[in-house]
């Protein structure tokens, strides 16, 4: 046990805690102010059905002992936390009690469904909306977070995620695409105001994220040491080369340079780093950042061009800043910081089988997982509570009154 490392990891638990109610502001200041309760309840509401099914099952499937040897998911041995110890140290960390790994992992499964929500805004029901999280992070979050950290057949075939670009934002991602498609656009979508109701709220809510995020990469070195120092100065440099990145890219395009744009800018380097910051020094995390500024911008503009209505450009930020991010992490790992243990060409592959298997797999079983709700409860608010704002029709509350 080491109790510098324990402090740590107890303040980067917090950190990553707080960045679903900064992920709130930053969804709640997108959408039109009829929905902005809305949206904010779909992040925080999170923290709670998460953290339940975290404690009773979602750990002990996710990090869990492998469930008949197939390196695919985690048996139930440690439901209900039984014979996780606050005291003594469990297979993952030497360094700290059991249940400290297990929170700061808790942090993790919570904000990753709570992403998705940006893609079904302003339309799905709440019971629906209930059903999905506790739905996601069981069938499709513990399974991947097996496969990659929990002793699973991703890690074993030598796929490399820091803190979370394949199990975090590929999954988020391309689950956000399925729930698009899926739940179907918003009334009027093709006319519809894409203009943010609160920029300083979005600003807000992409600086909570920012800050947050040093825990959540730097954090994931689970000690206090060198690559914790180093996972925090490479996530600070994407995001700022991502920024500055983004809003040349919307100034050329636009004729303007985008406020939101730049918040949105922050946390696309943030994703794309998230794989790479323990294995990449300060000049990789640039081109990391300065590709997730281009590529995520064109991403969420070809969207847009689909006619597909990922309202709050989930799948552009998340899902293709993961993919840029893992698979830069192959090109780039031992490059001014850690090390390349096979070769580069190897590293790539195994990269772009977690890729693809992430993919497959999470967009499959959401889709299952929305059209069961679907077909049963329904997905959709009713069009009269879509037309009046959901924060009146649903929650019987509105974020703001004059």
Excluded at 158 to 184: E, K, P, Q, R
Excluded at 328 to 353: C, P
Aim: net charge negative.
């Amino acid at each position: 046990m080491n109790n510098g490392d324990i402090a740590w990891i107890l303040a980067s638990s917090a950190l990553v805690l707080l960045m679903t109610p900064g992920l709130a502001f930053f969804y709640g200041g997108l959408v039109r102010p009829k929905n902005a309760a809305a949206t904010v309840m779909h992040s925080f509401m999170a923290i709670g059905l998460v953290g339940v099914v975290w404690v009773l099952w979602g750990y002990s499937l996710a990090f869990g002992p492998d469930l008949g040897g197939m390196k695919i998911i985690g048996d139930l041995s440690w439901f209900g936390l039984a014979g996780v110890s606050a005291t003594e140290a469990g297979p993952y960390a030497d360094n700290m009690p059991h249940q400290l790994f297990m929170i700061f992992q808790a942090m993790f499964a919570i904000i990753t469904p709570a992403l998705i929500t940006g893609a079904f805004a302003e339309r799905m029901k709440f019971g629906a909306y209930f059903i999905f999280i506790i739905l996601w992070v069981t069938v499709v979050y513990a399974p991947v977070a097996h496969w990659v950290w929990g002793g699973g057949w991703l890690g074993d075939v030598g796929a490399l995620d820091f803190a979370g670009g394949t199990v975090v934002h590929i999954n988020s991602g391309v689950a956000a695409l399925a729930a698009a498609l899926i739940v179907g656009k918003r009334i009027g979508f093709t006319g519809i105001s894409t203009t943010p109701h609160n920029v300083p709220m979005v600003v807000l809510g992409a600086g909570l994220l920012w800050f947050g995020w040093f825990g959540f990469n730097a954090g994931s070195a689970l000690a206090a040491d060198g690559t914790a120092v180093n996972a925090f100065v490479v996530t600070n440099t994407a995001a700022a080369a991502a920024v500055v990145t983004w809003v040349i890219v919307s100034w050329i395009v636009g004729k303007k340079p985008s406020v939101v744009g730049a918040a949105t800018g922050a946390v696309a380097g943030l994703v794309a780093i998230t794989p790479a910051a323990g294995f990449v020094g300060p000049m990789p995390a640039l081109i990391i950042g300065i590709g997730a500024g281009v590529l995520c911008y064109l991403a969420v503009e070809l969207l847009l061009k689909l006619n597909i209505d990922d309202a709050l450009a989930v799948f552009g930020v998340h899902g293709i800043g993961g993919v840029w991010g893992a698979l830069a992490t192959g090109l780039f790992v031992g490059v001014g910081f850690g090390a390349l243990d096979v070769g580069r060409g190897e590293q790539v592959l195994n990269q772009l089988i977690a890729i693809v298997a992430t993919l497959v797999w999470s967009f499959v079983a959401t889709s299952v997982i929305l059209l069961a709700i679907k077909y049963t409860i329904g997905l959709r608010a009713e069009e009269s509570d879509e037309q009046a704002g959901l924060d009146q029709s649903i929650h019987g509350e509105e974020a703001y009154t004059s």
